[in-house]
């Protein structure tokens, strides 16, 4: 084990190698860098939930003022594909076209229209007629699965890329299952079962850059392609299949990203600028408003879980049954993923020997699921972890305790790694580096656990109450995502670092020059830090499934050992000594006597220009064999308004073991805005549907998204512990600490009023309804 | 809302006769935020009203006159005895829409009537209004002329609002529920009490979002009207009176619950301003 403390910089906090130009406002944003001539496309979205369109018209919009192609179902491409960015060949059917002759939700494409100004694309998205058949619309989960029920995808062209459950005459996307052990027996050898079932609602991932991407044709006839996405690679194999263009033809440029948290996980909009591109062979901008990243964007699947529990009055769990029932809404991307990774980022996490996993996620005419920070286990976790304390205060144990007692720790292995793949069997693993106690231990103590009282001791208007949840996430997805970095040096000693991996404005550009700067003993500004530009930079699967600072920083880190090397073997000919004679220091290739060295800038100027000429220069890859999990434990205090049920959070602590923290401060960051992510998911966001299945309050003011006004005080504890299949001993630190939010919260506003709440969000009435139940 | 001309008075008679020039294509604005919440697809020409003599807030015998250019910062900002604006003004969005919203616009603009147009009817503001001459109308005929004009003020430019100061005996109560610090009102109560020798003489209780323009309960009021001037007052209150009005339930709330939580609204509203009156803490 390599200590961090010796480290000069990775596990410090160094400035963002993209802040000054950020702070300062410079044009870096896909919109800043749009040409002046660019044309504006507006979408004409359908009206209904499922419905055919019987015929349309768009002649009368083609003549008008300024408009200057109209694309709609009888003149573009037909070719089925899935807009989820993920591995190749895709685990989520090919269930989209470019546009269709049907519409499955309020929000579905109808018809693009491409003029010299935004207002007039509007204007003439309102001459656009369209005659539409209505059909009856799915909008819940037993209507989906019923017998008879109206079908989504009734289409012939729909398959699924890879071998895996699909049935759209009965609206399932995906299934995907486990057993281990005997769940009945189990059950039966329990001194008391539970059964019970969660529901967790939509959300959207409200990144202050909404979706927009923009498209020109450069002199060579390629499109090029310059987006807000965390998936360039991905964006560009999807737009080459849903044109029907060869991959050659298509470069992706992502500049920097104003936040993502998975929505951006998703090919939306870069189809639509590529054609609209080739026809008018002018550069053509699409930016999505506030409403239509609401209703058209991507959100988190709504979840109803079942969750069966068999526990021994002495503590153990004897049996634990999930089952699930996902929402992919209109379009069936991520529905299988999404699934599978609610049941092995949270099945393992305690020893239970008898297992039942069952999951479907179905169609309904309602918005689209897709990535989003958590990735399925932030639902699960809201069950699984309200239930631990319901049966630790079934058996009269403390829940920290009984967490204790039964969480996983290092060495061990479950079969949910093997057994929940993506689209493939997963990678049996055994748990390398677990904090997990110490992270209990310290989130315990510092939001004051042992002074916790029961909820029976509680009186008056206002009672407070204190909650805790622990949980594990991942760290990539191993055996599929494959991460690469170029380095190579200049005249100066510095160094060109290309990496296709995506900083949406998490710091990842900035950790990866961390890890080279590491490994090459020098500092950060010495890497000129390029993400991502597929002709540029080599591949990377892009960011997502936390895996940038495991995977692609793990690629960083052979690359800049092979240029390390490399700086050696001169060194030691400008110094004539032996290269085990010789080691790097403070951008220098030294003796390990300390008396002799040279500089990297002297060995660049040698290499380029002077004696044996080369260029110092390393491309490397990284594949991942397993998925560390980072462990968290999370405590909040809450108090609650006994007579409106208004829930407000006093004090929350995140405690959390994601390896060595490359940078302290970014990792916090990660931590501290997740944090709030939850308890904003947990509280206070929903979308409000009418009968129709139109969302109702798609905007800022209306969806009670959670601002800095409402943060709470909010403590952070990075608790270390080293991975050693990690750079440098690191984890992931992006989404595990979403997944507290719920479960916590709702603990605690068990523990202040002895209500439970079962439904997120858990709104004031919500909350005063479980209330007056309690006092039945 | 797109705006394709812009005039800048500097005299009331001059926007008052603009206005009447562009008849329904006319926009006042001061503050500007509403336009991010009214629908209206065809162009109108803006008169700002921000560079007429109407911002400030002054001090007379009884009351404070407002104009009606004040900014809800202004309206926070003031310090002054009797004056009680400043706790609405408090619970208003955040400090950047605070800056720049006005308490005219708040009045005239912004459906549901929460707010402002609470706190005044429980404290029984009156509005000067500039139509073809200066006309003064309680606040509780400015929403009837509202409600003709499907929720505008038409051809009137509002000019200042008289609020009462509060002296010795009389009491504020203030009560408004959101999901976030700066979401919209889910209810909002306004309660004002005169207590006279340990007995409530006066009440009037307001109460807005709910509905589309606040509301008074009188008969809540007369029930409190004579009662003792302590927090068990509230008991004399049959809140079975809330059935009779049409509540309009916000952010998915049932019906049931939003009545529940009119009630506990009223009561915090109530127990405030009885605290204030009699001399304890609100």
Redesign the interface.
């Known amino acids: 084990m390599t200590s961090v403390d010796k480290m000069k910089v990775v596990h410090h906090s160094v400035r963002k190698v993209d802040a000054e130009a950020l702070s300062r406002g410079k044009h870096l944003f896909t919109g800043d860098l749009t040409p002046a001539d660019a044309l504006h496309i507006k979408m004409l979205w359908s009206p209904h939930a499922h419905a055919r369109i019987k015929s349309i018209d768009v002649r009368a919009a083609e003549k008008m003022p300024g408009v200057r192609c109209v694309l709609y179902h009888g003149n573009v491409p037909k070719i089925p594909h899935c807009t989820a960015g993920q591995g190749y060949p895709e685990p989520s059917p090919y269930d989209t076209l470019m546009f269709d002759t049907k519409v499955r939700y309020v929000g579905d494409r109808v018809a693009a229209v491409v003029a010299e100004t935004p207002e007039q694309a509007l204007d003439a998205v309102g001459a656009i007629k369209v005659d539409y058949e209505v059909l009856k619309p799915v909008f819940d989960y037993d209507e989906a699965l019923r017998d008879g029920a109206p079908i989504i995808h009734d289409e012939k062209e729909s398959y699924v890329p890879i071998p895996i459950p699909y049935e759209p005459q009965k609206n399932i996307v995906a299934k995907i299952g486990m057993e281990a052990g005997d769940f009945a027996k189990g059950m039966k050898e329990a001194d008391f079962t539970f059964d019970q079932v969660f529901e967790t609602p939509y959300a959207q991932h409200c990144p202050i850059e909404g979706y927009i991407s923009w498209a020109q044709l450069n002199p060579y006839g390629r499109i090029v392609i310059t987006t807000s996405t965390q998936v360039p690679f991905h964006t560009r194999r999807i737009v080459a299949r849903a044109l029907d263009v060869p991959v050659q033809k298509i470069r992706v440029i992502k500049p920097r990203i104003g936040g993502g948290f998975g929505c951006k996980q998703e090919m939306l909009l870069e189809d639509v600028v590529a054609l609209a591109a080739l026809r008018t062979g002018r550069p053509v901008l699409w930016a999505l408003t506030r409403a239509e990243v609401f209703r058209s964007g991507r959100t988190r699947h709504p979840m109803r879980i079942r969750v069966r529990y068999g526990v021994k009055k002495n503590g153990d769990i004897t049996a634990i049954g999930l089952d699930l029932i996902n929402n992919t809404g209109a379009y069936g991307g991520h529905g299988l993923t999404v699934m599978s990774c609610a049941g092995s980022k949270v099945l393992p996490l305690y020893h239970v020997n008898n297992i039942h996993f069952d999951a479907k996620s179905i169609y309904t005419n309602l918005p689209v699921g897709g990535a989003y920070r958590g990735f399925g286990a932030t639902q699960a976790y809201f069950a699984v972890e309200s239930m631990i304390d319901v049966m630790a205060d079934k058996i009269g144990m403390d829940p920290l305790a009984f967490r204790k007692r039964n969480h996983i720790v290092s060495g061990e292995s479950h079969p949910a790694f093997e057994a929940l793949g993506e689209g493939k069997p997963g990678a049996p693993m055994t748990i390398g580096s677990c904090a997990l106690d110490g992270c209990i231990d310290k989130g315990a103590a510092e939001i004051g656990w042992s002074k916790r009282t029961p909820p029976g001791s509680k009186t008056g208007r206002y009672r407070r109450g204190i909650g805790m949840s622990i949980h594990m996430q991942g760290s990539s997805v191993p055996e599929i995502d494959m991460g690469a970095a170029s380095l190579k040096i200049n005249d100066d000693g510095s160094f060109n670092l290309n990496v296709g991996a995506t900083d949406l404005g998490t710091g990842s550009d900035t950790v990866l020059a961390q890890i080279a700067a590491e490994e090459l003993a020098t500092t950060t500004d010495k890497f000129i830090v390029y993400s991502s530009d597929t002709d540029m930079t080599p591949f990377d699967k892009g960011a997502y499934a936390s895996s940038t600072t495991y995977l692609t920083g793990e690629a960083v880190r052979k690359a800049a050992a092979k240029v390390k090397s490399q700086l050696i073997r001169v060194g030691a000919e400008i110094l004539r000594k032996k290269p085990e004679e010789l080691d790097v220091d403070d951008a220098h290739v030294v003796t390990k006597d300390g008396s002799a060295k040279v500089s990297y800038k002297d060995i660049a100027l040698r290499t380029l220009y002077e004696t044996e000429q080369f260029q110092i220069a390393a491309i490397e890859s990284h594949v991942t064999h397993k998925s560390p999990p980072p462990f968290a434990a999370h405590f909040v205090e809450v108090e609650v308004d006994m ?2 049920g ?1 829930v407000r959070v006093i004090k929350y602590v995140a405690a959390v073991d994601c390896g060595t923290a490359i940078n302290p401060q970014l990792s916090e960051g990660q931590t501290e805005g997740a944090v709030l992510n939850g308890i904003s998911y947990a509280l ?1 966001e ?1 979308y ?1 549907f009418d009968g129709m299945g139109k969302m109702m309050n798609a905007s800022f ?2 969806y ?4 800095m ?2 943060k709470p005080e909010i403590k952070t504890i990075l608790v270390p512990s080293y991975e050693e299949t990690g750079p440098f001993g690191a984890k992931s630190v992006s989404e595990i600490s979403i997944n507290g939010g719920m479960p916590a919260i709702a603990n605690a506003i068990y523990n202040a009023t002895g209500a439970r709440v079962y439904r997120a969000p858990f ?3 919500r909350v ?2 479980a209330i007056q139940e309690s006092k039945k | 809302m797109k705006i394709n001309d812009f005039f800048l008075p500097t005299k009331i008679s001059e926007a008052y006769a603009r206005l009447k020039k562009e008849g329904n294509s006319a926009w006042l604005m001061a503050g500007g935020t509403s336009t991010a919440f009214v629908k209206s697809t065809s162009p109108k020409t803006a008169i700002d009203l921000t560079r007429l003599p109407l911002r400030g807030i002054t001090r007379k015998s009884d009351h404070f006159r407002i104009g009606a250019c004040a900014t809800v910062c202004d309206l926070m900002e003031y310090k002054a005895e009797g004056w009680v604006l400043d706790r609405v003004a408090r619970r208003f969005v955040n400090q950047h829409v605070r800056n720049i919203s006005t308490l005219g616009g708040n009045i005239s603009r912004v459906f549901y009537w929460s707010d402002f147009p609470v706190a005044l009817r429980a404290l029984e503001g009156t509005l000067t209004m500039r139509t073809s001459k200066e006309s003064k109308v309680k606040i509780s005929e400015a929403f009837h002329n509202m409600l003709a004009h499907r929720g505008a003020f038409k051809d009137v430019i509002l000019e200042y609002i008289d609020v009462p100061r509060l002296t010795k005996g009389m009491g504020f109560g203030y009560s408004k529920e959101t999901r976030t610090s700066e979401g919209f009102s889910t209810a909002t109560v306004a309660v004002f009490v005169k207590v006279d020798k340990g007995l409530i003489s006066d009440v009037r209780i307001a109460a807005g979002s709910v509905f589309p323009f606040p509301m008074r309960f009188l008969k809540m009021e007369e029930a409190l009207t004579g009662e003792k001037a302590e927090v068990g007052c509230i008991r004399k209150i049959d809140f079975k009176d809330l059935d009779r009005y049409a509540l309009t339930p916000r952010e998915g709330m049932t019906l049931d619950y939003c009545k529940h939580l009119l009630k506990v609204k009223i009561s915090d509203g109530i127990a405030q301003a009885v605290a204030e009156a009699t001399g304890g803490s609100r």
């Open positions: 007579e409106t208004k206070t929903e409000r003011t209306g009670n998204i959670l601002t006004r409402d709104t004031q009435e005063w309804r």
